[in-house]
């Protein structure tokens, strides 16, 4: 096979394939393709996260501004999306809960982000323990945050349908197919696929989730960065307790700076209960199992102790969470119990089955700092999006608008994007919204 294509996208999770849509309602040009190495689109961590719609409290306006700005605008167009092909979209809200004063001051703060990032005060408030217990009389806690504008739904059957309707727009999804190589040739890439065929692009969007930073690396850009990768694992709850609670219910993280969330307790969209998810640290953005954890440990550990990453493996404090994270990996009680201290009416003994594990891949920067919102790297040739973790899906279908946006504004498609109609939304309208 060799063809010559205008754009290739890498990674058919939910961000390549929300930018996909959008284009195939813009562009001029009818060879772009969307390069997956699954045999189906989103079945690495788009396919394989909690599937909620997350209301932006939790991110600072200030540090995860693009973040936090994509889940607010993000929101909407689900709803409307989900309405629109009759898609799976709960509105179901989720309860944020304290375990003690310090982090009621810090569910304060969170409400305070929400109303800043765009909450209204009919959709976001804080109960006390005793307003809670009226509504939901099996949470143990200091002080709950209630937040109403937030829902329940599953992103893979979103990311098929955007790759259906960007398919009968023209675009090309290349299944089964993994990028191995990329090299510049005479102003063109020359692009390998599978190691044995070629084709040739003259821009990449790198939108390849756990590995763009090894793509970005392959190509000369982003070496002052790497990532670690971390596995979130859930439980599956008995039905027994799947009217526990009216609503899903996370607790304050304890150490926000790094990615080590509590697990939470999970109302899925079905109705189903879970509990997760973890962050145990994983060498390969798919080490699901032991064997490709074996496979990428050495090479990750070279790239990590000569990187950035060094200082923040060896930092004591990160040390002592990751080691929490492979107990709560190992000892399924042991993660139990991180959600029983705010439902105490859960028995580990009753939960046997495991849920469907995701990876994370979060960027550290070369103090060894973990990066907190989207690296985005613009080249002549090529556009890089790295570090975008969570709330992601929430967001990618306003950040998709952005980026192509942001590409138009240097000149790459040529689209008209002022006037275009995309599914249900006007393009200029969003990117209104979002912001260039
Ligand atoms: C445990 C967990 C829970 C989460 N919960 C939520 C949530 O409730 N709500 C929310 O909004 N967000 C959530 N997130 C975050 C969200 O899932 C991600 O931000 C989002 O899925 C990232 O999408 P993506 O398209 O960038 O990445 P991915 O889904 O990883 O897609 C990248 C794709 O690129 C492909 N690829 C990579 N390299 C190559 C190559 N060389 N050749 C071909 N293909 C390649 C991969 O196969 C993959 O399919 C969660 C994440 C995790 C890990």
Same mark, same amino acid.
């Given at each position: 096979m060799t +063809? @010559?294509?205008? #754009?290739?996208i890498i990674g058919g999770g939910i961000l390549g394939t929300s $930018? &996909?849509?959008f284009l195939s309602h813009l562009k001029k040009s009818n060879q772009i393709a969307v390069i997956e190495q699954a045999h189906s /689109?989103?079945? +690495?961590t788009s396919g394989r996260n909690t599937g909620k719609v997350h209301a932006p409290y939790l991110y600072n306006p200030e540090r995860k501004k693009m973040f936090a700005k994509a889940a607010f605008h993000g929101y909407d167009m689900w709803k409307r999306y989900s309405k629109l092909k009759d898609l799976p979209f709960k509105e179901d809200g989720v309860i944020e809960v304290s375990k003690d004063k310090k982090g009621t001051k810090v569910l304060e703060k969170y409400l305070k982000w929400g109303k800043q990032n765009g909450l209204q005060d009919t959709e976001i408030e804080l109960l006390t323990q005793s307003d809670l217990r009226e509504i939901e009389p099996e949470i143990k806690c200091d002080a709950a945050l209630c937040v109403y504008r937030d829902a329940s739904t599953d992103y893979s059957i979103f990311t098929k349908s955007l790759m259906n309707d960007s398919k009968q727009n023209d675009i090309k999804f290349l299944l089964d197919t993994k /990028?191995?190589?990329i090299k510049n040739k005479g102003g063109k890439w020359k692009i390998t696929l599978n190691h044995e065929h070629e084709i040739f692009s003259s821009? $990449? $969007?790198n939108a390849a989730g756990g590995e763009s930073i090894d793509i970005a690396h392959g190509i000369g850009i982003a070496k002052n960065l790497t990532d670690v990768h971390f596995r979130g694992e859930y439980w599956k709850a008995p039905e027994e307790y799947h009217n #526990?609670?009216?609503? &899903?219910?996370? &607790? /304050?993280?304890e150490f926000p700076d790094y990615p080590f969330l509590d697990p939470h307790w999970i109302i899925r969209v079905d109705g189903t209960c879970e509990i997760g998810p973890n962050a145990v640290p994983v060498f390969s953005p798919y080490g699901y199992k032991r064997s490709e954890n074996l496979k990428e440990f050495i090479p990750k550990m070279l790239e990590m102790l000569g990187s950035g990453a060094r200082k923040a493996i060896f930092d004591?404090?990160?040390q002592e969470l990751a080691m929490n994270e492979i107990q709560s990996s190992m000892s399924k009680s042991a993660m139990i119990d991180r959600v029983k201290t705010f439902l105490p009416k859960i028995d580990a003994g009753k939960i046997t089955q495991k849920g469907t594990a995701g990876i994370r891949s979060s960027v550290i920067d070369e103090k060894g700092k973990f990066v907190p919102d989207v690296v985005l790297i613009d080249d002549s040739m090529s556009f890089h999006i790295l570090n975008y973790n969570s709330p992601g899906a929430t967001g990618a279908l306003p950040f998709s608008a952005y980026i192509i946006n942001r #590409? @138009?504004?240097k000149g790459l498609f040529r689209t008209d994007n002022g006037k275009n109609q995309c599914g249900p939304w006007k393009f200029s309208e969003i990117v209104e919204k979002i912001g260039s």
């Open positions: +063809h @010559n294509f205008d #754009l290739v $930018i &996909s849509f /689109v989103a079945f +690495h /990028v191995t190589d821009f $990449i $969007i #526990l609670t009216k609503t &899903s219910v996370y &607790s /304050v993280p004591k404090q990160f #590409l @138009n504004e």
